[in-house]
């Protein structure tokens, strides 16, 4: 059992079996996207709801600071890029993470990642289906069309809505939750709903129609879906560029550049004015901002020249993105005083209203765009879920249907379907508060596993016209690098490594009052202390295996994020993995085509 849970796939065979050797093979996925498509495709899938609408909620937690966070992200995905790339030369395959685990891993990480992938792609697209809904509902009441609450909301949310109020026993704090807007749109859809057999008849149908929409698309074909998807990012590129130089014109003409050092709690001026803590309090949301990057590399077969242009599209798109989300971020924090941002799901229209910068032609603007940018990304997310259970489904982890490609459209078919029904289902029951951690730690999951997968490749020799990884030995580097992080914060804060391993919160008032139980004041300290000692384990790997230095950083990186998370993402994340190792141990084991061939690995 336990070889066969780590059995590996030669890179020789996973290339045979997607039948490259034979691009006219009638199972092939049609090759007709360049550097810029995949580009493009890169841009489509991270500008959407990470800036039009998670953005929000990260300035609130962290202020101007939130800058920082972006810049840290940006180089933890650029590291996983260059991993990224490496693996993508190699195996210019659909599949992604997925393929890139069974070359490196073994058998089981790499279920794990093509189980872990549903989360990113198809669960993440019900997070931007519910936003692409908020979006055009508020554009369809600009223009006096009106949806009935009760069809433009998710049940769960119109429910949480009624409890929380039903919770609140003080008149002021009932006050205060019945002045949003959003609060009042979702308790009358509650009380105005139809009731059948004892259920409230509530659903997302915007969210609903645009995920049944962009299935049919991607099921269609790659080309129409790259001539729709590079019209719609030149589209919302121009909106955002606007957003930039207005914003930026009218926070230095009405001198408003003092929001950048809001008070702090002590009343001290700060670019963070919750410290780093609540810097890093919004990492789910920036992080999701940069979800989709990697989803490029899910488009291997449908690339012309993938050796070459697929690690050039991730990087393009991911520079060109950090420097947008940067400039974003400056303007929103510059615009408006961050503690305003609460609640607010539209930050980019939000700062152009009547009560901050007054811009109604920009708000109109803005919400144009957010619809169109939402749509290219569920239409890039729904195109990578299909390939990564068409990869699975090739190595025999899931039933043969799922590798059918459409005679006409050359598409898989079947797994596009599923991918549609498996976004649209829960559209009915969930709502996007909850998806959202739950597609962040997943994602960076799959990029500590391809970071660390690439440590594990053996290396080869340069080849013209196909990616290489710089090679730069971390023998010295990262532990000394290490070392000097370690000193840093012990010079800055003689306290951090002491505090790290201090569980008494008995003068927490929170935790005193029961607001917060003991794990989850705990959970941070816990998941940096395990960040501390995986650091301390790598330093020595590279210093004993002379890894290269990239992928180190990348890895380092990815799992300092990861520390972000609360208790609350880790137990439904593992629950989930649990799910999938029952189906793995029932079904992929026995069927993997590695189980008959156990010499190939």
Not at 49 to 56: I, P, V, Y
Not at 88 to 104: D, E, K, L, W
Not at 442 to 470: D, N, S, W, Y
Request: glycine residues 8%; proline residues 4%; aromatic residues 14%.
């Amino acid at each position: 059992m336990p070889n066969a849970l780590f059995r590996t796939k030669k890179i020789e065979k996973i290339l045979a079996d997607s039948a490259l050797a034979d691009e006219g093979h009638s199972s092939g996925l049609k090759r007709v996207l360049t550097v810029r498509d995949l580009t493009f495709f890169g841009i489509a899938a991270i500008i959407g709801a990470g800036s039009f609408s998670s953005l929000g909620g990260a300035v609130f937690s962290g202020g101007p600071g939130v800058v920082l966070l972006f810049v840290i992200c940006g180089i933890a995905c650029a590291f996983t890029a260059f991993c990224y790339s490496e693996f993508a030369s190699r195996i210019p395959v659909a599949g992604s993470a997925y393929t890139y685990a069974y070359a490196s891993f073994g058998e089981l990480f790499a279920w794990i990642i093509g189980w872990a992938l549903i989360m990113e792609y198809s669960i993440g697209n019900i997070y931007v289906s519910f936003s692409w809904s908020d979006y055009f509902t508020s554009f369809l009441g600009k223009i006096n069309i009106h949806i009935p609450d009760y069809f433009s909301c998710s049940y769960a949310e119109a429910k949480a809505a009624v409890e929380k109020l039903g919770s609140l026993t003080a008149e002021a704090e009932r006050a205060d939750f019945l002045a949003k807007k959003a609060n009042v749109e979702l308790l009358n859809a509650w009380n105005s709903a139809s009731v059948v057999g004892g259920l409230r008849i509530i659903a997302d149908l915007p969210a609903l129609l645009i995920n049944i929409l962009i299935t049919i698309l991607v099921f269609r074909g790659i080309k129409e879906s790259r001539n729709f998807s590079n019209l719609m990012v030149i589209l919302k590129l121009a909106v955002v560029v606007l957003v930039i130089l207005v914003g930026g014109y009218m926070i230095f003409s009405n001198g408003l550049t003092a929001n950048w050092l809001p008070a702090a709690t002590d009343g001290t001026k700060s670019f963070m004015p919750n410290g780093f803590s609540g810097v890093m309090a919004a990492v789910s949301g920036v992080f999701f901002a940069y979800i989709g990057f990697d989803a490029v590399s899910v488009l291997a077969e449908e690339s012309k020249n993938p050796q070459r242009d697929l690690p050039r599209g991730m990087t393009y798109s991911l520079i060109i993105c950090t420097v947008i989300y940067i400039l974003l971020a400056l303007v929103l924090t510059g615009a408006v005083y961050y503690g305003k941002f609460e609640n607010v799901g539209d930050p980019l229209a939000f700062i152009f209203e009547e009560q901050n910068l007054n811009i109604g032609w920009m708000q109109f603007l803005v919400a144009i765009c957010a619809v169109v940018a939402m749509t290219s990304v569920m239409l890039v997310f729904q195109m990578g879920q299909p390939r990564i259970w068409m990869s699975m489904s090739r190595d025999g982890l899931l039933p043969p249907v799922f590798q059918t490609i459409h005679k006409k459209f050359k598409t898989p078919s079947f797994s596009t379907v599923v991918t549609g029904i498996v976004v649209g289902v829960p559209i009915l029951f969930t709502d996007k508060d909850f998806v959202l951690d739950f597609t962040s730690i997943a994602t960076l999951f799959a990029f500590v596993l391809v970071c660390g997968g690439v440590l594990l490749i053996p290396k080869r020799e340069k080849e013209p016209g196909k990616f290489h990884m710089p090679y730069i030995n971390g023998k010295y580097i990262f532990p000394l690098l290490l070392v000097a992080v370690v000193a840093l914060l012990a010079l800055l804060s003689r306290n951090y490594f002491t505090d790290l391993f201090n569980f008494d919160f008995s003068g927490d008032k929170d935790y005193v009052s029961g607001k917060i139980s003991f794990m989850d004041a705990a959970t941070p300290k816990i998941s940096l202390i395990i960040f501390w000692i995986s650091c301390i384990a790598i330093a020595v790997a590279a210093f004993i295996k002379n890894y290269s230095l990239i992928p180190l950083m990348g890895l380092s990186t990815c799992l300092y994020l990861l520390t972000g998370m609360t208790k609350s993402n880790w137990a439904w994340f593992l629950a989930w993995l649990a799910i999938g190792l029952v189906l793995y141990l029932c079904y992929g084991i026995r069927k993997s085509k590695l189980a008959s061939a156990p010499a190939a690995g």
